[in-house]
Every structure is written in structure tokens, then in C-alpha cells.
């Protein structure tokens, strides 16, 4: 059952310049049990404890990790805007874990991940997931899709796990490069297309297709999926 309680920020981290990252600990007791993909409401609390509001965050920490749980957020608006001026110590609330949009690796044994911008977030908890628990049978390919470099989050991480674990193939790809050149890009150019997934993946035979970014990006990314005869079972999408 979902539960709310009060967690502690015990770390900020600056994931890009828009991005930022919590490690939260329980006020008391411990993390709850979660599954990959999932996420938590999460509530700005009032000087009394209550809540003041809520919008959900998908847990980007493994839920092997029992030390902390880990947030990223994207700076968009009023909600967002507000949790960038809490400072480690600030409580806040959460509530969860909620979700269907999860990895469950006895079923899905080939998944390709594509993600739009913040749409990252649930991967990690995956892709770390998967290394945590040295799942050796398992293969992920991720598809990470950003404006510009400067927004890949989690980049470094992301780059030496897809390093040391052979079952994880990392593609990052950008599409302003085309607009304003980059210098040293390794990875791929333009907005996310057929052939360019189909070269990283091999072929879209009985892979499973996670989708998780804004509402245009999962749009466009089911659309090639579907062009591909991918039954709608073996795809999973969540919209940011
Ligand atoms: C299941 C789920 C998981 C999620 N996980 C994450 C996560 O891990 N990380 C994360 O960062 N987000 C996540 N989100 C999104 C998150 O819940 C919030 O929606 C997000 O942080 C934006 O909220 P906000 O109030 O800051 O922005 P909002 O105020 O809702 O603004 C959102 C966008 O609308 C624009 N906008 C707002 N008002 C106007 C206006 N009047 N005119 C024009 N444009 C406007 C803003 O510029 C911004 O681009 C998730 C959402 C879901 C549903």
C-alpha cells in the first residue's frame, strides 16, 4: 500500500544546468519496497507538516539501494521551481510508490528504452537496477534523446555503466547540432528516427519498447514503433 512520509534531503546534486538531483532519507523507519519505473507524489510541505502540494517523480534510484531514494528534476514551472529553492535538511513529502511503467526482468529480457529529455529519470532506476543486480540475461539498449548535450543528465554514469556492462548498449542523440554544430559529438544527430534506432538495436524482433519523455516525443517514437508490426503488449510508455 502507498504510504506519505516525511523525507530528509541529504544531498543536491546539479545534474545539468536545469536538472538537479535529491538522495532523500526517511524522517523514520525505512524506504519502501518499489519496482523499477515507478514514481512518487511528491509533496511541498507547509510550515505545520501539511502538504501544500504534490506532482509525481519517477524514482530514479535502484530499489536495491536502501540507503537513500533519488529524485531528478527538471526546472519547468511553479512545482519544479519551488523544489529548486529547498536545501538539504528542508523536509518534504512522499508518497508511493505508484506506477505501472516497470521493468519486471523475468518478462522483459530485451528492452529497448527510449527517452525524451527528463523522461531519463525511471531508465536510471532501471539501467541501475540491472547492474545492481547483475542481471546477466537481461539486455537494455538505451535511446536518450536531449535539444542539446548540455541537457543529457546523468551522462557520466550512464557512460561508464554502458562501458562495464556488456548487456547495456548507451546511445545518446541531440538534435540542435544540426542548428549549431558540436564539436567532439560522438553521438547521434537530429530527431529520433527508424533507421537510426534499427542500426543501434540490430532489429525489433521480441524486444520489449519502454517510451518515457513529453507527450510529442512518446508520440512520434510509438509511431515508428508501430510501423514495425511491435505488438501494443511489448510496448510500455509513460508521459511526462
Ligand atoms: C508519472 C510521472 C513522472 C514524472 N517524473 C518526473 C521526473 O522524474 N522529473 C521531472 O522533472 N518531472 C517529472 N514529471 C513531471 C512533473 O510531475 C511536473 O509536471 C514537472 O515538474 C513540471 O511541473 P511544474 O509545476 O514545475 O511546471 P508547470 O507549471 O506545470 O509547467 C510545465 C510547462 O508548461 C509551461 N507553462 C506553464 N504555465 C504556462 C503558461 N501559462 N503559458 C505557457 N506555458 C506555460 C512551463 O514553461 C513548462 O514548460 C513526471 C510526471 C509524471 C506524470
Known sequence: MPSLANYRIVNVSHE??????????????EIFDFTPGQFVMLHLLNPDGTSQAKKPYSIASSPLNKKYLELAIKV???FSGQLATLRTEDLVGVEGPFGAFTY?????KQ???????IGIT?????????????????????YYCNQTEA?????RELEELGRQNPNLTVTFSVDRCLIEGCPGWYGEVGFIDSSKIEEHIGDYKDKYFFLCG?????????????NHNVPPEMIKKEGF
Open 16 to 29: 545539468t544546468h536545469n536538472t538537479f538531483s535529491w538522495q532523500l532519507t526517511p524522517w523514520s523507519g
Open 76 to 78: 519547468q514551472g511553479n
Open 104 to 108: 519486471q526482468p523475468q518478462k522483459h
Open 111 to 117: 528492452v529497448v528504452m527510449l527517452a525524451g529529455g
Open 122 to 142: 525511471p531508465f536510471i532506476s532501471m539501467i541501475r537496477y540491472l547492474s545492481d543486480a547483475a542481471l546477466e540475461d537481461n539486455k537494455i539498449w538505451l
Open 151 to 155: 541537457e543529457i543528465a546523468y551522462r
Open 214 to 226: 513529453p507527450p510529442a516525443f512518446i508520440q512520434i517514437a510509438e509511431g515508428i514503433i508501430k
